[in-house]
Every structure is written in structure tokens, then in C-alpha cells.
């Protein structure tokens, strides 16, 4: 037993046990008293050079070259049985239609009749007895002209009759290509007619000749003829559109100088109009520039106390702002230090408290001892002070004399004479009439204007402020209060102005 594969270009054909005909595979197992045959399915090709005779009995010699292998794709019923062999085959064709099985009988029996020749030798006789045979017959049907005029209806029918004998043999046809006819030996049927052909193709170029140069020399002169009249006719157009394009030119001309003329007289009046709203214009912009000039002395004016009262009360800002952080740098170092300590102080203290609350322990068993005494004294005292409550007449009365007792009443007068002790009572009076301040300016009220309404306000703060200050311990801010109140206060006392609020009459 052996498992035999084919080539990619051949077939295995297996006969013998289990096997009631043939079978064509490309791989199988070959099983004791079988037999496996390989077979190649290449084409091949089949020339010859056939002698022929037509319907008018003209013999002549026609190439042809065949392509002829099996035919792979006919399978028929046998492709997809194959493998097994089954009883209702029997009444069919022994081949069942499988091309590759009648190639494959066709090489057994090649193999069988062929004596002292291979079985290729033995196929190619074949082919080529029904090429030469269906070619003849299809030859001797037809004339000489049909086969001329009809070349593609004349392979087509080669290539049918032959293919219809070959399918019996299980091959195909791949290619057919029919050659030139020729002459057969002692034959000159084709030389003449193409010595007729020849000669007729001279006569007829000479005539052809003789035409075209009698055309030519006609055609020339006339064509001479109209390029003359061509070119008078040009000529006269030209001059003609000439004198038109001159007319024309002048009117453009005359329209130019027109045109120019307005066109300056335009831009003179233009020229004057603009120079008009020019100086119309710099009238109003020097106009401007003298209002805004004013405008902007005014505002350095304004702009110059502004700054020096901004400036001032940034620089104060930014010294509290650094004394703030200077304060609250230090608070946050003792913060630190505290939190150690504090730390510290726990450890010790746990530490302690541990120590303390074993002699705290032994400590409350003593006290304990000590309190239930205590208690038995305190009930003994208490039957003593329910017989004076009862002595005294009532429970107000045991009051009154244990207070005189203790020396309660004494106590009193002296903690109500230590109240009023310490006590040292300020009393401020300010007057904001008209006459404050004028005792040292000697009369110069007069020079304040409008000022007297917003001095008695400032002069009513200062005082209020003070006494605020050393009585609740509260400072308003320098800014707002202490600075200005200064400022008014040495106007009043020296005369001079405060940011632009009055002036000295001179």
C-alpha cells in the first residue's frame, strides 16, 4: 500500500481491485493488486502543411497549426463518483462523459498498439488524421473565393468539425492558427493572381498620377487667381477702414482736449475749496488745542494735591501694612515657641499627673476618713443651728446674727468706700461759635469765606476724638481725623492756607 500524489500537470489513473473501470485522481492510495498509471494533461502542438483541393478543383497548400491537450475542465458525471464504483453506472457510457478518462483509455490503448513507437507518436497520428481529414472535407465544399473572402467563417468552421471529433478522445482544441494559403507544386495559381494584382496596382498608380498632377496644375492657376482677387479686396478694405479709424482718432482727440479742459478747471476749484476747508479747518483745531490746553492746566492743577494727599496716605499704608507684618511675624515666632513649650509642658505634666495620681489615690482614702468625720461634725452642727434658729425666733434672725458675727456688714462699707475711691470724673466744654480762634489772629476772620461752616465742623472733632481716646482707649484713624484737625488747627493759629481752602487778605 502506497500513497502516491501527482504532479501539478498530471493525473493519476488507477485501475484494478475495487475499481470496476478507471479512476482519475490526483492523489490517492494505491492498495495491493491495484495499478496506478501518472498521465500529463500538457497540450501540445500539431503542425502541418495540408494539400487541399477546392469545389472548382484547385489545388493548393494550406499551414495550419493546432494546440491540442486534454480537456481538464470536462469532467462529466465520473468528477464527484470517481472514487467508488456503484452498481446503477452500469448502463451508462463506460467513460461517463469524463474527458480525462477517455484521454486516459487513449493512452492504454497507445500503449497497447504501438509497436517499437512511443504512445505521443501514437496520439499524434491521430490528431492529425482528423485535422487533415475535416480540413479537406470543409475544403472540397468551398471555391477558392469563398475561402478568401471568408477567413473568419472558414477557421470557425475548422475548429467546430475538428473539435467534434476530438471530444471522443477526451481533447480540447486550445489554439488554431490557419497560415497563407500557397500554390501546390506544379501549381501557379496564386503567383498569378498576385502578378494581376501587381500590375493592375501600377496601371492604376500611373493613371492615379496623371489625375493628381492634372489637378494640381488646374488647382494652382485657380487658386492663383482668387489669392489676387483676395488681396485687391484686402487692400481696398484697408484703405477704407484706414479713413474710418482716422475720423474716429480725430473725434477722440477733439473729446480729449475737452475733456482735459474740464477736468482741470475741475481740480483748480477743487484745489481752492480744499485749501478753504483747510484753513477753516486749522481755525478749529487751534481752537481746540487752546481749550484742551486749558482743560489739561486745570487738571495738573487739581491733579498736584490730589497726588501729594494719595502719596500720603499710601506711604502711612504701607507703614501699618509693615508694622502689621512686623506684629504678626513676632506673634507667629511666639506662637511656635509657645507650641513647644506647650508641648513640653504636657509631657511633664502627664508625666506628673501619672506621680500624682498615685498619691492622689492614696490621698482620697484619707480624705475620705476625713469627710465622713467631717460629715458626723456637720450633722452635730446643724442640731446646734436648728436650736439658735428656734432661740432667735426664725431662720432670718440666725442670719442676721451669724453676718454680724462674721463681720459681713463691715465688709461691705468698705468695698463700697474702695468703689468711689479711684474714681477721677473729665469734663471737656469746646466752643464752635463764631468768635473760636480769633483771639490769636487778630480779627482775621474776615479773610476765611466760605470756610467758617467746614472749620467749626473740624473744630468740633478734635476735642471729641480726645476724650474717646483717653477714656475708651480708642484711636480713629490719622488720616482722616488727626491730620486734617492739625492742618486746621496751625491755620488758625499762624494764618496760613490749607490746599487751596483760603488766602491772607492782602
Excluded at 129 to 150: K, N, P, Q, W
Excluded at 302 to 328: G, M, P, W
Aim: hydrophobic content about 40%; some cysteine; glycine content about 8%.
Amino acid at each position: 500500500m502506497v500513497y502516491t500524489i501527482a504532479s501539478p500537470d498530471e493525473y493519476l489513473a488507477i485501475t484494478g481491485a475495487g475499481i470496476k473501470t478507471l479512476k482519475i485522481v490526483k492523489s490517492a492510495w494505491v492498495w495491493p493488486f491495484q495499478r496506478c498509471q501518472r498521465f500529463s494533461i500538457q497540450p501540445h502542438d500539431y503542425s502541418m502543411n495540408l494539400q487541399a483541393m477546392t469545389r472548382e478543383k484547385l489545388q493548393f497548400l494550406l499551414p495550419v497549426v493546432f494546440t491540442v491537450g486534454p480537456d481538464v475542465n470536462q469532467r462529466g458525471a465520473a468528477a464527484s463518483q470517481a472514487p467508488r464504483d456503484t452498481g446503477h453506472l452500469e448502463h451508462n457510457a463506460e467513460d461517463h462523459g469524463d474527458a480525462l478518462m477517455k484521454y486516459a483509455m487513449l493512452l492504454a490503448d497507445a500503449e497497447r498498439e504501438a509497436k517499437g513507437a512511443s504512445k505521443g507518436q501514437h496520439i499524434e497520428n491521430i490528431v492529425k488524421g482528423i485535422i487533415e481529414g475535416e480540413t479537406r472535407v470543409l475544403v472540397s465544399s468551398m471555391t477558392m473565393e469563398e475561402i478568401f473572402t471568408e477567413r473568419e467563417e472558414f477557421k470557425r468552421r475548422i475548429f467546430r468539425n475538428i473539435q467534434g471529433e476530438l471530444d471522443q478522445f477526451g481533447l480540447k482544441i486550445y489554439n488554431a492558427n490557419v497560415k497563407e494559403l500557397r500554390d501546390a507544386p506544379q501549381s501557379s495559381y496564386f503567383e498569378s493572381l498576385s502578378r494581376k494584382a501587381h500590375e493592375g496596382a501600377i496601371n492604376q498608380a500611373r493613371i492615379d498620377v496623371a489625375e493628381a498632377q492634372r489637378k494640381g496644375n488646374v488647382g494652382e492657376a485657380a487658386r492663383q487667381g482668387e489669392q489676387n482677387r483676395e488681396i485687391a479686396k484686402i487692400n481696398a478694405e484697408t484703405a477704407v477702414q484706414k479713413t474710418e479709424r482716422d475720423s474716429e482718432k480725430a473725434k477722440a482727440e477733439a473729446t480729449l482736449a475737452t475733456r482735459k479742459t474740464a477736468f482741470n478747471r475741475d481740480v483748480n476749484i477743487a484745489q481752492i475749496e480744499a485749501t478753504r476747508a483747510t484753513e477753516a479747518r486749522d481755525e478749529e483745531l487751534r481752537k481746540e488745542v487752546e481749550t484742551k490746553r486749558a482743560q489739561t492746566e486745570l487738571e495738573r492743577l487739581r491733579a498736584t494735591d490730589v497726588v501729594k494727599a494719595t502719596i500720603a496716605r499710601e506711604s502711612k499704608q504701607q507703614a501699618a501694612d509693615a508694622k502689621n507684618y512686623e506684629e504678626q511675624a513676632r506673634s507667629n515666632a511666639a506662637l511656635y515657641s509657645e507650641q513647644k513649650a506647650a508641648d513640653a509642658h504636657a509631657y511633664k505634666v502627664r508625666i506628673e499627673a501619672e506621680a500624682r495620681f498615685l498619691a492622689a489615690a492614696k490621698d482620697a482614702e484619707a480624705l475620705l476618713v476625713r469627710q465622713q468625720k467631717e460629715a458626723a461634725g456637720m450633722s452635730a452642727m446643724a442640731g446646734a443651728y436648728a436650736d439658735l434658729s428656734r432661740a432667735f425666733g426664725g431662720p432670718a434672725g440666725l442670719i442676721q446674727y451669724l453676718m454680724i458675727e462674721k463681720g459681713v456688714y463691715t465688709q461691705l462699707a468698705k468695698a463700697n468706700a474702695d468703689a468711689v475711691r479711684g474714681l477721677n470724673p473729665k469734663m471737656t466744654i469746646w466752643n464752635t461759635g463764631a468768635q473760636a480762634g480769633s483771639e490769636q489772629t487778630g480779627g482775621a476772620e474776615g479773610s476765611m469765606g466760605g470756610v467758617n461752616s467746614i472749620r467749626n465742623m473740624y473744630q468740633m472733632l478734635p476735642p471729641l476724638m480726645s476724650t474717646i481716646n483717653e477714656q475708651a482707649g480708642i484711636v480713629l484713624p490719622e488720616w482722616q481725623f488727626g491730620k486734617l484737625a492739625g492742618q486746621i488747627s496751625d491755620r488758625e493759629v499762624n494764618g496760613k492756607p490749607v490746599n487751596g481752602l483760603g488766602a491772607k487778605a492782602t
